[in-house]
């Protein structure tokens, strides 16, 4: 299945929001389906578990109620948005696997650039060590086999600075919404909220960490990375 990918550049919050929803209203086009690679002017997004508490100080930032899963993120200039618009069910994996690829695309994406990112248990999104982000290490606190029915274990952020955010939506199949990988920002806004409802979580982009890119590379990267762990 083919699917269009269209680098937008910097585009309101809203109208690609309602972009995506009226996308996913309608019969795919024969166009098929499609990856939006933009970045946007600050914004604050809340999620459908979203606690407005965790929403500190927003200050002149406007504040988005969308229907996305998860709490509440930051969107802003040097940030690389990406929103595949697609049909799981023609593809033929679950939701579970879904964000399992939209994941393994910002790690591929790291590796290019000689950042390692890691999964954290519970809490989706990549992350990378705050003192050495080169490092091919396991984490002590990597995901762990645990038994059916046992609960999941609390995330452990310990040494880990957020790199990359997830949040996706289902709706008869079609998935919408997707991920932001910070590339080169002013990561100021995220201390005025909880990022993803973690108080105190440190948020990093390739630039804090001593990744020369621009978002152009990063952009087009990630783009071919999740064209083809997408592929059906």
């Known amino acids: ?22 996308f996913v209203a309608q019969p795919l086009p024969s166009s098929g389906e499609q990856l939006l690679i933009c970045e ?23 504040v988005v109620a ?6 509440v993120t930051y969107h802003g200039p040097g940030q690389v948005v990406a929103y595949p618009l697609i049909d799981l069910k023609s593809r033929g994996y679950f939701v ?9 695309s910002v790690i591929r994406t790291l590796a290019r650039f000689g950042v390692t990112g890691h999964r ?12 050495d982000p080169f490092s091919h290490a396991m984490l002590p606190q990597r995901p762990q086999r645990r038994e059916p029915g046992s609960p999941a274990p609390a995330p452990d952020f310990t040494g880990l600075g957020k790199i990359a955010a997830l949040g996706i939506k289902v709706s008869n199949h079609r998935a919408y919404h997707g991920l932001a990988l910070n590339v080169a920002m002013d990561l ?6 909880n990022p993803c409802g973690y108080a105190g979580l ?11 890119a621009t978002w152009d590379e990063a952009a087009h990267e990630l783009a071919a990375q999740l064209a083809r762990l997408l592929a059906a």
Do not use: C, N, W
């Open 96 to 104: 579970k696997e879904y964000v399992h690829r939209l994941e393994e």
């Open 202 to 212: 440190p948020t990093v982009d390739l630039s804090t960490i001593g990744v020369s």
């Open 188 to 193: 100021s806004p995220y201390q005025r909220i």
């Open 120 to 131: 954290v248990a519970g809490a989706p999104g990549i992350y990378v060590r705050l003192d």
């Open 66 to 71: 969308t229907d996305r899963g998860g709490q």
């Open 40 to 62: 946007h002017p600050p914004v604050f997004t809340l999620g459908l578990a979203g606690k407005p508490e965790h929403v500190l100080a927003p200050g002149g930032i406007p």
């Open 1 to 22: 299945m083919s699917m269009d990918v269209r680098f937008l550049g910097r585009v309101a919050y809203a109208s690609t929001f309602q972009a995506m929803k009226d």
